[in-house]
């Protein structure tokens, strides 16, 4: 009979053990690799970290495709797509092909929270996150991440958080440029009152800000009407202002709320000048009843130039836009969508060139760029964390013949007062 001495039995089984750890580890080694979890160096040398593989970059998407901002988003989507199948088509960045990965929120604040559980994991950077509560919800969470997030909401309050980088202006240089540019116009003058129409929320309260302290400044008065996403008839909000003897009214809105107060303040015969935000116009409007009085009395502040704009580089996004998403309209979403995705494929290249795509040194190299230039509008500087990464807007008209139902009325400039404003307020 046979007896098997118990420390030989020991020693197989630790062997045993052993072996099955080693396979253990190099499956798990495997599946990291292959899901883009790798945080090791890349075959390349380039220092990996969430978001990226030998093979891949991947960006994510936290859109609205469902909600109050869904025409917008998926003009977004469609944009930055667009982007990456060009980039890959030229071989990609640092020898790796970009996926973008994308999730709707339909503008729902919790759903965005889930949604960014699910998906940080597995991104590099966030190349669109729309909305001024849904980015306020993840602050925390995305500069304990390190994940770079261009949101597609320009508050204040999202300045001074070294992994978010508002592109463009905020609200309040909007405002102040809105005012400056119904002053220089005559539109307004010296004791008149100022309507402004606003979201609740940090996209209202920081457009009011700048409202109320270019108004301030210039000897008028501001006479705020807040209302909720979900509002979308404003006869109450025109009578009140009707009543309130305004010479201009503000709006910083959706495009629903916008139409709504042009359309019903000229039934009203309350026909005076409208400036908007630029999340407050889309295209479509130009075709609902609204439309005649959108064209005779509204503007609209952008960070960007108009769609129709002859700027070559604009030219040529149109035009590769149109091709590839026939019968879509190129709105607003569609350039700052590319714009975004253009900045962070060239942080990405930069990064590269350094020998690390790690997420902390992906946002390292996006905070040294100083003069940032896509070709698409004005030049960003975003080597300060707490500074708007630009001053200079644009001011815009709805043009239903137009590309983007929109055509340029200024050239970008810097309102007077911004400067002023942004040194009292630190």
């Known amino acids: 009979m046979n007896v098997t001495h118990p420390r030989h039995r020991t020693t197989r089984t630790a062997a045993l053990a052993a072996a099955l750890a080693a396979v253990l580890l190099a499956g798990t080694a495997c599946s990291s690799k292959a899901d883009g979890k790798s945080t090791g160096d890349g075959a390349d040398g380039v220092k990996a970290g969430p978001g990226v593989s030998d093979k891949a970059i991947k960006l994510g ?13 998926k003009s977004i989507v469609q944009a930055q797509q667009m982007w990456a199948d060009e980039t890959n088509a030229a071989g990609g960045i640092c020898g790796r092909k970009v996926e973008i990965v994308v ?118 008065k501001v006479v705020g009407q807040k209302i909720k996403a979900t509002d979308t008839d404003l006869s109450a909000q025109v009578s009140a202002l009707g009543k309130a003897g305004v010479k201009a009214v503000l709006i910083s809105a959706g495009p629903a709320q916008t139409a709504s107060l042009a359309g019903v303040a000229a039934s009203k015969g309350l026909t005076v000048p409208i400036v908007s935000s630029a999340p407050g116009y889309a295209p479509q409007l130009m075709k609902t009843p609204a439309a005649k009085a959108l064209e005779a009395m509204v503007h609209v ?11 070559p580089g604009v030219r040529k996004m149109v035009a590769s836009y149109g091709k590839k998403y026939p019968g879509s309209p190129v709105d607003s979403g569609v350039l700052s969508g590319y714009n975004a995705a253009q900045l962070i494929g060239a942080d990405l290249k930069k990064a590269c060139e350094g020998g690390s795509l790690t997420r902390e040194d992906v946002v390292k190299a996006h905070r040294s760029q100083h003069d940032a230039d896509t070709g698409l509008g004005t030049p960003q500087d975003f080597t300060d964390v707490s500074a708007p990464a630009s001053r200079s807007t ?8 137009a590309v983007g139902g929109l055509v340029g009325v200024e050239e970008a400039h810097r309102a007077a007062g911004v400067d002023a404003y942004l040194a009292a307020r630190g």
């Open 301 to 311: 502040v952008s960070a960007a130039p108009a769609t129709s704009s002859d700027l």
């Open 394 to 401: 644009y001011v815009l008209k709805p043009d239903a013949k």
């Open 103 to 220: 999730k709707d929120h339909g503008y729902d604040v919790q759903k965005a929270v889930t949604a960014y559980a699910d998906i940080s994991p597995d991104v590099v950077a966030l190349p669109q996150v729309i909305g001024s509560p849904v980015v306020a919800a993840l602050l925390d969470d995305i500069e304990r991440d390190h994940v770079l997030t261009f949101p597609q909401a320009w508050a204040a309050s999202l300045l001074g958080k070294d992994s978010v980088q508002v592109l463009g202006t905020t609200y309040d240089i909007d405002m102040i440029a809105a005012v400056d540019f119904l002053t220089r116009t005559k539109k307004i003058a010296e004791g008149d009152t100022i309507g402004h129409v606003y979201f609740e929320g940090d996209y209202g309260a920081n457009a009011l800000e700048g409202s109320t302290w270019a108004a301030e400044k210039t000897g008028m």
């Open 61 to 73: 998407a936290l859109t609205d495709l469902t909600g109050p901002y869904a025409t917008l988003g």
